[in-house]
C-alpha cells in the first residue's frame, strides 16, 4: 500500500533529520509513529504528504511514486487551518470546485455526518469548540477521497475527554471506510488506543529503533491489563531510544521526553 523504502532527508544547512528509514504500511492498517524531539517524525509526516523532497530514497503509493502532495493522500495537521469566513460546509469542501457541484454537496454532507458535524453545517469556525473544528478539519480531508490519512499530532491540544471523542469517531470512520491512517502522536496512550501498530523512532538522525504490534482487539478500554501491558512495553521501547542521546549530551534533562 504505503511503501518507504531507505528514505533519507538531509537539510541545507547540513542537518540529517531522517537517515535510510524502511517501512511497509498495509492497506487499512492503523500505524502510530512515535518518538523524542529530533527523531524525525514532522520531516516523516512532510515527506509522505509531498510537501517536502527526501534527500535519498522513495515513497510509493500502490506503486505510484509521491514527490508531490498526491490525491490518494489526505493530511490532518495539528492545528485545524479552517478559512474562517467560510462556513464549515465551505471547509470541508473547499479543495472539491472540480468537482460538479451535486457532487461536491454530496461528498461534503457525508463527511459532516461521518463526523457528527451535519447540524453544524452553516456555522462559522469560530462558534465551534475546539474539537468541532478539528472534526470539521478530518472532514475537509476525508472528503476529498484519500485511501491514506496522514494525522501530524492532531489531537494534542485537546483536553483528554474531546481526544477521546475524536478518538471514537476516528476509529468509525476508519472501520466504515477501510482508511489507511498513519498518525504521529506524543501520547502513548493514544497511540496504543488507536494503532494496530507503533513504529518508534531514534533521533540524530531520525530512524526506526522497534516496531510493536498492538494486538488487541477493539474497542479498547486504556484501564484495561492488555492496554497497560503495551503501554508499558512501548515506554521501555521510547527509553531504550534515548538513552544513546543522554550519554552523548548529559545536559539533556531527564523525564517525559516524548
Aim: net charge negative; with cysteine.
Amino acid at each position: 500500500m504505503l511503501a518507504i523504502e531507505r528514505l533519507s532527508k538531509t537539510y541545507a544547512d547540513g542537518k540529517r533529520a531522517l537517515a535510510e528509514v524502511d517501512l511497509d504500511v498495509r492497506r487499512g492498517e492503523i500505524v502510530a509513529i512515535v518518538g523524542g524531539s529530533g527523531c524525525g517524525k514532522t520531516t516523516l509526516m512532510r515527506l509522505l504528504a509531498g510537501l517536502d523532497r527526501p534527500s535519498a530514497g522513495t515513497i510509493a503509493i500502490d506503486g505510484e511514486p509521491v514527490r508531490d502532495p498526491h490525491p490518494k493522500i489526505g493530511v490532518v495537521f495539528q492545528e485545524p487551518r479552517l478559512l474562517p469566513w467560510l462556513d464549515v460546509a465551505r471547509n470541508v469542501g473547499f479543495g472539491l470546485s472540480r468537482l460538479p457541484a451535486a457532487e461536491r454537496a454530496a461528498r461534503v454532507a457525508d463527511a459532516l455526518a461521518r463526523v457528527g458535524l451535519s447540524e453544524h453545517a452553516e456555522r462559522l469556525p469560530r462558534d465551534l469548540s475546539g474539537g468541532q473544528q478539528q472534526r470539521v478539519a478530518i472532514a475537509r480531508a476525508f472528503a476529498a477521497g484519500p485511501e491514506v490519512l496522514l494525522l501530524d499530532e492532531p489531537f494534542s491540544a485537546l483536553d483528554a475527554f474531546t481526544r477521546a471523542d475524536l478518538h471514537a469517531h476516528l476509529l468509525s470512520l476508519w472501520k466504515a471506510t477501510g482508511l489507511t491512517i498513519v498518525i504521529v502522536t506524543h501520547d502513548v496512550a493514544e497511540a496504543v488506543m488507536l494503532a494496530d501498530r507503533v513504529i518508534v523512532m531514534r533521533p540524530d538522525p531520525g530512524r526506526i529503533h522497534d516496531e510493536i504490534e498492538v494486538l488487541l482487539a477493539r474497542p479498547r478500554e486504556r484501564a484495561s491489563p492488555g492496554v497497560e501491558a503495551v503501554s508499558r512495553t512501548l515506554y521501555a521501547a521510547l527509553d531504550e531510544a534515548r538513552r544513546p542521546a543522554a550519554r552523548e549530551s548529559e545536559q539533556e534533562p531527564a523525564g517525559l521526553w516524548w
